[in-house]
């Protein structure tokens, strides 16, 4: 039952990412040069992504009404192998996998599944989503550097132009957010992108190279498609 529960609210998170990257995908195949265009594309993404907010919203709720009554994480992020044997176990089903090509931060992620990573030669697995690799990968990188993973919710490097917070310790500054340990809110109403973007600014200021980060997708030949 555990595992059944947390693949649907697994396969609930990646329809969020998508509808998300959808939005995006849309807006850019607009014609730009059209002004007509470009408001009715306007307007079509802000009801867009407002729905696609209510129902990333509905589906959190969702996840904390089965956690509160079955009294099962629907996610725990995995932490560092605190085990020669865990390391190993890890390296061998990452080994498994498909590396023909190497996923990097460059690319687009949008519509692709993940399955683990690794940071700093440190692997993870049982990341299926792209939130889950983010909050792992968080929460990894503030047991490295708890006083960095501290101030983030004051680091002008996660606020947008717009003034939008990716951390916070307040729930009104964040849409959806989602308690990452010691009261550091994240912002988890994000397209896989901008959960990519996020992550490359992470490692900059937690002091890793993005080379030090590899994403392993469920399955590469799939991967791109809808």
């Not at 009715?40 to 009801?47: D, L, N, R």
């Not at 996660?158 to 989602?178: A, H």
């Amino acid at each position: 039952m555990r595992s059944r529960i947390r693949s649907i609210l697994a396969s609930l998170e990646s329809v969020g990412e998508d509808l998300l990257a959808l939005s995006d995908d849309i807006w850019l195949n607009i014609d730009h040069n059209d002004s007509s265009a470009v408001q009715k594309g306007s307007e079509f993404k802000i009801a867009f992504n407002e729905s696609a907010s209510e129902f990333n919203r509905a589906s959190a709720r969702l996840a904390r009404l089965v956690e509160d009554f079955t009294e099962t994480p629907t996610f725990e992020a995995p932490a560092a192998p605190r085990s020669q044997e865990e390391r190993d176990r890890r390296e061998r089903a990452i080994g498994s996998l498909d590396q023909s090509v190497p996923h990097t931060l460059e690319e687009n992620f949008c519509y692709k599944r993940p399955v683990a990573f690794t940071v700093g030669r440190v692997p993870f697995d049982g990341t299926f989503t792209w939130s889950q690799v983010y909050e792992t990968l968080v929460r990894h990188l503030a047991s490295l550097k708890p006083s960095v993973f501290e101030a983030l919710p004051h680091n002008p490097a996660f606020v947008s132009s717009r003034g939008r917070k990716n951390f916070s310790r307040e729930e009104r500054d964040l849409r959806i957010p989602r308690d990452f340990g010691h009261g550091v809110l994240a912002e988890t109403n994000l397209s896989a992108n901008s959960i990519r973007d996020s992550m490359r600014r992470l490692l900059v200021e937690f002091g890793l190279a993005e080379s030090d980060f590899a994403v392993y997708l469920r399955e590469d030949r799939d991967a791109g498609t809808v």
